[in-house]
């Protein structure tokens, strides 16, 4: 969401964001005020294997996510949420309220005061019976509260910015008659320096390894690094700031292990990426690079299937990951075009979507209109 709220900063709007307070010391080292509200991501996690332990229970992929989630992000942090955001928004006043589509809370506070409220899209649309069933779950949230926010839980009633490409979209995007394309896939951190190893690296194709800042496993990165070691390639690892690099013992020459790179500055040294398939694959394929997509929770699975089928990754899903079978598909990466020729297309479709400064459009006229941003179809 940084790069709308910097396009609605310089456009003169006041800003600020509220979220769990782990994380607000990363929202004021972006520039902006930051209220806390609502829990921790552990403490969603926590509560809800606690709540629905049947739920929990499954393995990780599809299923889990499409039946787990929404009851986590519906039935446990919506209401904790909701209630810290409406106390902000008294005091704080604002004439609209931005939420990402994993936040249900939100709609339900900017309904109690009283002002309309945006989504941001965070990728490929996720199953509407995933919102449906959000909006399910949170219902005596809304019921308390004496809101009506609609049947996904607050999802697409006023506007839905979607920063998905056409490629990888899906087709139900055409079901939502509030959204409107806008592209945040060029994000720059605001630390854009690189090592400065990156200039004396050898001419050679360069991977690039990060599996996202949660549901990391060492054991992934150990067998990645395993199939790699000895190609004629530079492999640049980043296993997140609060991580030592040593963890995953000497490599080989080719291989570089760090904590933390500025993927923004890094990706345009880079050849192919090894990705779990979260938010981040699209400011990867921003910059026309295939992908080789491990999922291992959340919406990765979802994330890495429409991947495939645009043609632009390859997917080994957590029982195939094996050090031959990563070696074979980085390889297939590198040397058959196909893959490469589509991700610069989903590129250039990147670049034919309108911007940040869209969204700064379509919200003003909201926070005017206060009443939905439509198209011309319309959600049954």
Known sequence: MVPLARALAAAGHEVAFATAADFC?????????????????????????????EQHGLPPGKARFQSFVPRMLGGVAAAPRARDLMAILREWRPDLLVHDETDFGGPVAAAVAGVPWADHS????????????????????????????????????????????????SPD??????????????IDTGDERLPAWIDDLPDLPTVYVSLGTLHQSANVFATILE????????????????????ELGPQPANVRVEG????????????????????????????????????????????AEACVAAGVAREL???????????????????????????RQVAREID?????????????????????????AALP
């Open 227 to 246: 199939g790699l070691g000895d190609e004629d390639l530079n492999v640049i690892v980043t296993i997140g700031a609060g991580n030592d690099p040593a």
């Open 260 to 303: 933390f790179i500025p993927q923004s500055a890094l990706l345009p040294h880079c050849d192919a990426v090894i990705n779990q398939g979260g938010t981040a694959i699209l400011p990867i394929l921003a910059h026309g690079l295939p992908l080789l997509i491990l999922p291992q929770a959340a919406n990765q699975f979802h994330n």
């Open 173 to 186: 995007i055409d079901r939502i008659d509030v959204a409107h394309a806008m592209q945040n896939a060029h």
């Open 122 to 169: 965070v990728g490929i649309l996720r199953p509407l019976d995933m919102a449906r069933l959000a909006g399910e779950t949170s219902a005596p949230l809304r019921e308390a509260e004496g809101v009506d926010v609609g049947s996904f839980g607050g999802l697409f009633r006023y506007l839905y910015l979607d920063v998905c490409p056409p490629s990888l979209q």
């Open 317 to 343: 899903l957590p029982g195939d990951v094996a050090p031959d079978a990563v070696r074979a598909a980085v390889r297939a990466l590198l040397e058959e075009p196909d893959h490469g020729d589509r991700a």
């Open 352 to 376: 034919q979507m309108p911007g940040p400064e869209e969204g700064v459009r379509l919200l003003e006229r909201l926070a005017a209109q206060r009443s939905p941003l439509t198209r011309d």
């Open 25 to 53: 010391p990363r929202v004021e080292q972006a520039g902006f005020a930051a209220f806390p509200a609502g829990l921790s991501l552990p403490e969603q996690l926590e509560e809800a294997a606690r709540r629905f332990p």
